[in-house]
């Protein structure tokens, strides 16, 4: 197997790994605990906000056995995120799953509940225990940084629960569309947002749901972000797999499809692994591309062509796309 070239969102190779090696023989009684710790410290491997990102180093380290290159002690007791996976049977009995059939305007004000920071955890076992259960691709700890949500009614009945994670490494479509270079995306990275899961209950069967929720999430998204992590957030992104869904609500929405993904996966494998799909952004400014993109010469000169289409940003989505719309199963 080809060593990767990237894990985790960090630029990987032959020094990397002798690094984690020499670190491993130096320390064969360590726990994974104290070893993914170490590494990320080594690496001086933090968020924007100087917070440790030692699940990402244990990530990567777990990968790195998984594909053969290291061996890891053997793990002393069980994860405290269940090995990424929900506990089955986490919270069902507390949904009212009778049939959600009726007009969005008779369930607006739609309720937006961030459910990842600290505080009761009962929102976010559901919320986690739903998407096991009815998303087509299950549900698994999120690593880093995210945003949970779970939609509700005006009156407070669930609706639908949405996840954000750390944007994909490598995607050539929003790359350039941005306008990234290696070193600008590197560098700006944590400033794009990830929709990693969206979906609407499966009892719940209302027109134009999915594309007001998008809507109302664009509205306060940087908001929470900014109040959870004291960070900008410029953009979203999300991929949509075309043999499951045509992304209506996405477009209804006004999310813009810069492209279509190559196959290779989130952190860039050099041959295809995954679903084409395709890529949608939306930007959450008028300037979002020159947010995360360093000022150019260009930019002091009035003469400079611009792109017309630079400081555009997507309407407020009206969300009537009609009865093709997505609304049960997960996007």
């Given at each position: 197997?080809?060593?990767?070239?990237?894990?985790?969102?960090?630029?990987?190779?032959?020094?990397?790994?002798?690094?984690?090696?020499?670190?491993?023989?130096?320390?064969?009684?360590?726990?994974?605990?104290?070893?993914?710790?170490?590494?990320?410290?080594?690496?001086?491997?933090?968020?924007?906000?100087?917070?440790?990102?030692?699940?990402?180093?244990?990530?990567?380290?777990?990968?790195?056995?998984?594909?053969?290159?290291?061996?890891?002690?053997?793990?002393?007791?069980?994860?405290?995120?269940?090995?990424?996976?929900?506990?089955?049977?986490?919270?069902?009995?507390?949904?009212?799953?009778?049939?959600?059939?009726?007009?969005?305007?008779?369930?607006?004000?739609?309720?937006?509940?961030?459910?990842?920071?600290?505080?009761?955890?009962?929102?976010?076992?559901?919320?986690?225990?739903?998407?096991?259960?009815?998303?087509?691709?299950?549900?698994?700890?999120?690593?880093?940084?995210?945003?949970?949500?779970?939609?509700?009614?005006?009156?407070?009945?669930?609706?639908?629960?949405?996840?954000?994670?750390?944007?994909?490494?490598?995607?050539?479509?929003?790359?350039?569309?941005?306008?990234?270079?290696?070193?600008?995306?590197?560098?700006?990275?944590?400033?794009?947002?990830?929709?990693?899961?969206?979906?609407?209950?499966?009892?719940?069967?209302?027109?134009?749901l999915a594309s007001r929720i998008l809507s109302a999430l664009s509205q306060q998204i940087r908001a929470d972000w900014q109040a959870k992590y004291r960070q900008p957030l410029w953009l979203l992104e999300t991929f949509v797999e075309r043999e499951r869904?045509?992304?209506?609500?996405?477009?209804?929405?006004?999310?813009?499809?810069?492209?279509?993904?190559?196959?290779?996966?989130?952190?860039?494998?050099?041959?295809?692994?995954?679903?084409?799909?395709?890529?949608?952004?939306?930007?959450?400014?008028?300037?979002?591309?020159?947010?995360?993109?360093?000022?150019?010469?260009?930019?002091?000169?009035?003469?400079?062509?611009?792109?017309?289409?630079?400081?555009?940003?997507?309407?407020?989505?009206?969300?009537?796309?009609?009865?093709?719309?997505?609304?049960?199963?997960?996007?």
């Open positions: 197997m080809q060593l990767p070239t990237t894990l985790q969102g960090r630029p990987f190779g032959p020094a990397q790994l002798a690094e984690i090696r020499a670190l491993l023989a130096r320390h064969p009684a360590a726990s994974r605990y104290w070893l993914s710790r170490h590494l990320a410290t080594l690496w001086n491997w933090r968020t924007a906000n100087g917070q440790l990102k030692d699940m990402a180093a244990r990530t990567l380290l777990l990968k790195l056995q998984q594909q053969g290159w290291i061996q890891l002690p053997a793990c002393r007791r069980p994860s405290p995120t269940r090995s990424g996976k929900v506990a089955a049977g986490v919270g069902w009995l507390a949904l009212d799953e009778r049939p959600v059939v009726a007009s969005l305007a008779s369930l607006e004000p739609l309720r937006l509940e961030e459910v990842s920071q600290w505080g009761d955890p009962e929102p976010r076992r559901q919320l986690e225990a739903c998407l096991e259960r009815y998303h087509y691709l299950g549900y698994r700890s999120r690593v880093g940084q995210n945003l949970q949500y779970w939609v509700r009614s005006a009156a407070g009945r669930p609706l639908a629960c949405v996840g954000f994670g750390a944007a994909a490494w490598q995607c050539a479509a929003r790359d350039q569309w941005i306008g990234w270079t290696a070193a600008q995306r590197a560098q700006r990275l944590p400033q794009v947002l990830n929709n990693t899961r969206f979906l609407i209950l499966p009892w719940v069967r209302v027109p134009h869904f045509a992304g209506t609500a996405y477009q209804a929405a006004n999310w813009l499809c810069v492209g279509r993904t190559c196959g290779r996966g989130r952190q860039g494998p050099h041959q295809p692994s995954t679903s084409i799909k395709e890529v949608y952004v939306y930007p959450l400014h008028r300037r979002s591309r020159q947010h995360l993109t360093p000022p150019t010469p260009d930019d002091d000169d009035p003469h400079a062509q611009r792109d017309p289409t630079a400081d555009a940003t997507p309407r407020r989505a009206l969300g009537n796309v009609g009865p093709t719309e997505p609304v049960p199963g997960g996007l």
